[in-house]
């Protein structure tokens, strides 16, 4: 079974940063996309940035300019570059890996990271 092992949320200040990481526990076959949401206190969770095995990204428009995503496809890792963030950043952050096998679409999730930013 794949885990995926987010790490780098914390407490931070309005207009600090943070980078968080996501690593897969074992190789993946047939990756298509990498990327993070997002889930605050009470909210659905949303889409923050996506990024392909080709490098093409996409970011949640309250994103853009602040939060720069990417991967390391030999590292099977995924990173999260936040800067300039905001009290309404705060919420759990979650890992996807998206990956497709003949047929078959799979989906994989961390656990979360907690990003709070207070001052």
């Known amino acids: 079974q794949v885990q995926l092992v987010e790490s780098g949320g914390g407490l931070v200040q309005p207009g600090g940063s943070l980078r968080l990481s996501c690593a897969a526990s074992r190789s993946i076959f047939g990756i298509t996309t990498m990327g993070w949401y997002r889930q605050a206190p009470g909210k659905q969770r949303n889409m923050v940035a996506t990024i392909t095995t080709g490098g093409i990204t996409n970011y949640a428009d309250s994103m853009k300019g602040r939060f720069t995503i990417s991967r390391d496809n030999a590292k099977i890792t995924v990173y999260l570059q936040m800067n300039s963030l905001k009290p309404e950043d705060t919420a759990v952050y979650y890992c996807?890996?998206?990956?497709?096998?003949?047929?078959?679409?799979?989906?994989?999730w961390g656990h979360g990271t907690q990003v709070t930013v207070s001052s």
């Open positions: 996807n890996v998206n990956a497709r096998r003949v047929g078959i679409n799979d989906a994989y």
